[in-house]
């Protein structure tokens, strides 16, 4: 009998995309596992345990070893720091982090203000440029701070920009590109190595 492994996967977009990659792997994933509202699904035929979770939990899980491997978005992984190995570009759910305003507005001299799900992401990307600024950690709703004066600039995810154009805002600049990533827990890659490495490998030929 195969070791069992356990596997963090977000809700959502990345979730459906990763259990129709799965597929392609040659997982054998039950046609209800799509539309399941469980929070940890038993697929026996695999040996698979799915933990499913927040975007933002998933390198936590794994992180502490209650996953052995997790799929996680290149954002959550920028921003959290992780004790985690990132092992494999999935290549999807594409999309990238941006730094986006009111149109023809410049940033405040004194005192600019920056809202963000990504305080950390942003303070780096600030940094780098040479520009100080206060971070204001928001965790929804990016998109209204620069409308009621909460800050100048808004560095959030953007996948078609449609939620910006809606909003009237626009695009300053591109931060970095997104894409999801397959991360293992490192104690599990030395004790789970073979298993890990074939689901890997398996994953490799249909990306």
């Known amino acids: 009998m195969t070791e069992q492994l356990t ?3 977000p ?3 990345i979730f459906q995309e990763a259990a129709e990659l799965l597929r392609k792997a040659g997982y054998r994933l039950p046609p209800e596992f799509d539309d399941s509202r469980k929070l940890i699904i038993d697929v026996e ?3 698979f ?3 499913l979770s927040k975007p933002m939990d998933v390198a936590t899980y794994v992180e502490h070893g209650v996953a052995d491997l997790g799929i996680a978005g290149k954002d959550v992984l920028l921003e959290e720091e992780r004790d985690v190995y990132e092992v494999l570009d999935l290549k999807i759910s594409g999309c990238y982090l941006a730094v986006a305003g009111l149109p023809g507005t410049k940033m405040n001299d004194v005192a600019p203000k920056v809202a963000t799900k990504y305080p950390n992401v942003a303070a780096a990307y600030f940094r780098e440029q040479g520009e100080q600024v206060e971070i204001i950690k928001l965790n929804g709703s990016i998109e209204l701070a620069p409308l009621i004066g909460l800050s100048d600039r808004i560095v959030d995810i953007v996948s078609t920009g449609r939620t910006l154009k809606e909003n009237g ?5 591109t931060i970095t590109a997104i894409t999801s990533r397959l991360i293992v827990n490192p104690v599990s890659y030395r004790i789970k190595d073979e298993r890990i490495s074939e ?3 398996a994953l490799s030929k249909v990306i």
Request: glycine share 4%; net charge negative; no cysteine.
């Open 49 to 51: 345990r799915f933990i």
């Open 169 to 173: 805002l626009v695009e300053y600049e």
């Open 199 to 201: 689901i890997v490998n």
């Open 7 to 9: 596997i963090a996967m």
């Open 45 to 47: 035929e695999e040996n």
């Open 11 to 13: 809700k959502g977009r």
